[in-house]
């Protein structure tokens, strides 16, 4: 079973490292994210008239359960008791105090706004004042007016808090996403000789995706659950220190952190097995991308059922972790739960004991009860800081890593070649070989000749094309384009004089017109019809009924090799560069399919200067000069007929393949 291979790049980060930089990509949305977090605050702002009306509702009900309970008892003991709810016989009219209607006696227990609310009120002509021994006008009219209010204006800022917050986060990851891709392809080809292509994969699309998630999650709650257990707390403090209840405060403050104990006990778990699942996903992603590569030769072995085994193990091993973070971030919840009944209970069991009233704690009790549903999301916000955490580790690792060409401060712009390619001295070794790929080559292609590449696999051809493009720089030695070193000259210039035609052609997922298109944007129709003629692909692609609109499929699977080749070809002939690397395209076809392709070859190699690898001698007989590459030094250099005529190593490669 393949497992999780660590890439030389990876490390960890802190909490402070890996958020610290992620603000760095979120500071420039940060007047949508202020605005988000004020609205934010302003939610847990409207929670504050809330709790204000629960002790005039608790008395006004009070007061309005007191009458009734004594009409009973005097209809009980017989006595009559008038319309005005006064007991005549008790005392008599003259000695009677007028009482003062119900709204007076209690403006002193309304909150501060209520005179703000009760002239508004009169104004729209509501008659606030009517005293009929029933629910009070104060009370109906903090019912019916200002908590609907509150609640529109919460309903608003909601809105406002969330799309503000998942905009920014949103963008934040799309900006993330773009600075991978960029970051990726300024590196070298040593680094992609490096990695595991599936598993850089996934660190480009499923860990972004995780970060987004908890963006938009995590800035959400995070400006409004604070700001709302603030606002919950204060008004408790508040309350407690106008009654005179600070004994109950300070149980309630001490009392109150013991929420957070499950948060911090399974947090460090909670990474654990949040990165495991992320890697043990990016074997997953790896899997799927090397079988869908190599679908031709699981088919041609008929293996399908065995990889098959193997990726159902690789996903039951995913399941498993990602289970096990699963039952970790669940706990959470269910554990904050427990430790807040139990905290609850041994409060009202404290409140009995100290002869403390129910009417008296319920202005407390409610507010915390309110901030419960904030205090599970902070909960909740840990296991998901936690998860993004261990994403933003792997993100970072990589734009971290540091393997592209070295750039020149002020680079030689170069849009001719004019004179001539010189190797001087040339050696390369890769990153942990044992020996130079190349060493000590040194030879000059002057302007519109040929130099072809001859050697056993493995003896240094292809590295020296890829020394001409620049794809690696040279250990020792200078690569020169017009007496200038390549790594002077700008490397966009340098790739525009380079076109290139490889033995193993990829394609795009696109019509054939937009790959013969591909790196010559503003070619129009013509100009590629033009190229695909002088590749000889013209009839093959109009053979076809969607001619150069057809899908060239996944990587050019629609067409056959050399099918592709000629694309490639016209591709090359449409780009018109001066400089043409060959590298054997013409190796794996067979004799007819490789006439046409030499025959396309030769119009693309007309008037240009070549650098041809060759591994069928037959097409590198008109070579100006052909260097015979062993061991990654040059052994011989000359024409097809020198060469012949010394009988070593290129004498013998000849034979071996029946050529004269």
């Known amino acids: 079973?393949?497992?999780?291979?660590?890439?030389?790049?990876?490390?960890?980060?802190?909490?402070?490292?890996?958020?610290?930089?992620?603000?760095?990509?979120?500071?420039?949305?940060?007047?949508?994210?202020?605005?988000?977090?004020?609205?934010?605050?302003?939610?847990?702002?409207?929670?504050?008239?809330?709790?204000?009306?629960?002790?005039?509702?608790?008395?006004?009900?009070?007061?309005?359960?007191?009458?009734?309970?004594?009409?009973q008892a005097e209809k009980a003991a017989g006595t009559a008791v008038p319309d005005n709810g006064r007991n005549v016989a008790e005392k008599p009219p003259e000695q009677a105090v007028p009482a003062l209607p119900a709204s007076m006696a209690k403006a002193a227990k309304m909150p501060g706004w209520f005179k703000q609310a009760e002239k508004w009120a009169a104004r729209l002509g509501l008659d606030v004042h009517a005293d009929d021994g029933g629910i009070s006008p104060a009370l109906l009219l903090m019912i019916v007016l200002v908590v609907p209010l509150v609640a529109l204006a919460r309903l608003v800022l909601v809105f406002l808090n969330q799309y503000c917050l998942t905009w920014s986060g949103s963008h934040v990851v799309a900006d993330l996403r773009v600075d991978m891709l960029k970051h990726v392809q300024r590196q070298s080809l040593e680094f992609f000789g490096k990695i595991d292509v599936g598993q850089l994969m996934s660190r480009a699309t499923s860990d972004p995706a995780q970060v987004q998630m908890i963006i938009q999650q995590v800035l959400t709650e995070l400006a409004r659950a604070p700001f709302e257990i603030a606002v919950s707390i204060g008004y408790v403090a508040w309350f407690a220190v106008a009654n005179d209840m600070l004994p109950t405060l300070l149980i309630i403050v001490v009392g109150f952190p013991m929420f957070l104990l499950p948060v911090v006990a399974l947090s460090r778990k909670i990474r654990k097995w949040s990165k495991r699942s992320l890697e043990r996903n990016s074997v997953i992603t790896s899997k799927i991308h090397e079988l869908l590569t190599c679908v031709r030769v699981v088919k041609a072995y008929d293996t399908a059922e065995a990889e098959n085994g193997r990726y159902r193990e690789l996903n039951d091993s995913l399941l498993k972790s990602t289970l096990r973070a699963v039952r970790m971030a669940q706990l959470?919840?269910?554990?904050?739960?427990?430790?807040?009944?139990?905290?609850?209970?041994?409060?009202?069991?404290?409140?009995?004991?100290?002869?403390?009233?129910?009417?008296?704690?319920?202005?407390?009790?409610?507010?915390?009860?309110?901030?419960?549903?904030?205090?599970?999301?902070?909960?909740q916000l840990q296991v998901q800081l936690e998860t993004g955490r261990a994403s933003l580790a792997r993100i970072f690792s990589l734009l971290d890593v540091s393997m592209e060409l070295?750039?020149?401060?002020?680079?030689?712009r170069k849009t001719e070649f004019s004179d001539s390619i010189e190797f001087r001295d040339v050696s390369f070794r890769y990153s942990g070989a044992d020996s130079d790929a190349v060493s000590g080559a040194s030879f000059a292609l002057p302007r519109g000749k040929m130099v072809a590449v001859v050697g056993s696999t493995g003896s240094g051809k292809s590295t020296l094309a890829a020394l001409l493009s620049r794809f690696y720089d040279p250990s020792h030695g200078e690569v020169l384009v017009d007496g200038t070193d390549a790594r002077r000259i700008d490397v966009a210039d340098l790739r525009n004089l380079i076109g290139s035609v490889m033995q193993e052609t990829l394609l795009f997922n696109d019509t054939i017109e937009e790959n013969i298109r591909y790196g010559s944007p503003s070619a129009t129709y013509e100009d590629v019809v033009r190229a695909a003629k002088l590749a000889n692909a013209h009839d093959f692609i109009m053979a076809q009924p969607e001619g150069y609109a057809r899908n060239a499929g996944e990587k050019g699977f629609a067409l056959s090799g050399g099918e592709r080749q000629r694309i490639a070809i016209a591709r090359a002939i449409l780009k018109n560069p001066p400089i043409l690397i060959l590298d054997e395209a013409t190796s794996a076809l067979d004799t007819v399919t490789?006439?046409?392709?030499?025959?396309?070859?030769?119009?693309?190699?007309?008037?240009?200067?070549?650098?041809?690898?060759?591994?069928?001698?037959?097409?590198?007989?008109?070579?100006?000069?052909?260097?015979?590459?062993?061991?990654?030094?040059?052994?011989?250099?000359?024409?097809?007929?020198e060469l012949y005529a010394a009988g070593g190593i290129y004498r013998r490669l000849c034979d071996m393949q029946g050529e004269r």
């Open 332 to 379: 959470v919840g269910p554990a904050v739960e427990a430790v807040g009944i139990m905290l609850i209970c041994a409060f009202m069991g404290w409140c009995f004991f100290a002869h403390v009233s129910l009417s008296s704690i319920v202005p407390m009790l409610a507010p915390l009860l309110i901030i419960y549903k904030p205090m599970k999301q902070l909960a």
């Open 1 to 71: 079973m393949s497992s999780f291979r660590k890439e030389f790049f990876d490390r960890e980060y802190t909490a402070r490292e890996a958020y610290g930089r992620l603000w760095g990509y979120a500071r420039r949305y940060r007047l949508r994210i202020i605005v988000g977090i004020v609205c934010g605050v302003l939610t847990a702002g409207t929670l504050l008239p809330l709790y204000q009306t629960i002790q005039p509702a608790l008395d006004e009900v009070s007061e309005n359960e007191r009458p009734a309970q004594q009409t």
């Open 406 to 412: 070295p750039e020149p401060e002020n680079p030689v």
């Open 594 to 641: 490789e006439r046409l392709v030499q025959s396309a070859l030769d119009n693309l190699m007309r008037n240009r200067t070549t650098f041809a690898i060759a591994h069928r001698l037959s097409t590198i007989r008109r070579a100006d000069m052909i260097l015979v590459m062993d061991r990654g030094r040059i052994a011989e250099r000359g024409t097809h007929d």
